[in-house]
């Protein structure tokens, strides 16, 4: 059974720093790209990084290139988004991702929150 589950969620103040980190089970994750949405209130979902299987290549919503980080630990099966100079509008509910496309299945984990206040 797949299961991804997020953790490194806050409180923090506007110009802060988070970590997420996203453990994945039950599939081989080093054959996956993995990605971060988030989900703000009354908002539909955003894709905020992509990061390939290898981990050589990632991409970024323009929204946060230059701020946020994503990367990979194939050996720990963890998905890793490096968020720096949080804004308040980063405030959302974010969410690892994945997707098998053999089996036509979309993955999401439970969701952290991250909170960006003074």
């Known amino acids: 059974q797949v299961q991804l589950v997020e953790s490194g969620g806050g409180l923090v103040q506007p110009g802060g720093s988070l970590r997420l980190s996203c453990v994945a089970s039950?599939?081989?994750?080093?054959?996956?790209?993995m990605s971060w949405y988030r989900q703000a209130p009354g908002k539909e979902h955003e894709l905020v990084a992509s990061?390939?299987?290898?981990?050589?290549?990632?991409n970024y919503a323009e929204s946060v290139k230059g701020r946020f980080t994503i990367s990979r630990d194939n050996a720990k099966n963890t998905v890793y988004l490096q968020m720096n100079s949080l804004k308040p509008e980063d405030t959302a509910v974010y969410y690892c991702?994945?997707?098998?496309?053999?089996?036509?299945?979309?993955?999401w984990g439970q969701g952290t929150q991250v909170t960006v206040s003074s």
């Open positions: 991702y994945t997707r098998d496309y053999s089996l036509n299945r979309n993955y």
């Open positions: 039950g599939f081989t994750f080093s054959h996956y790209a």
């Open positions: 990061i390939i299987a290898s981990g050589g290549n990632s």
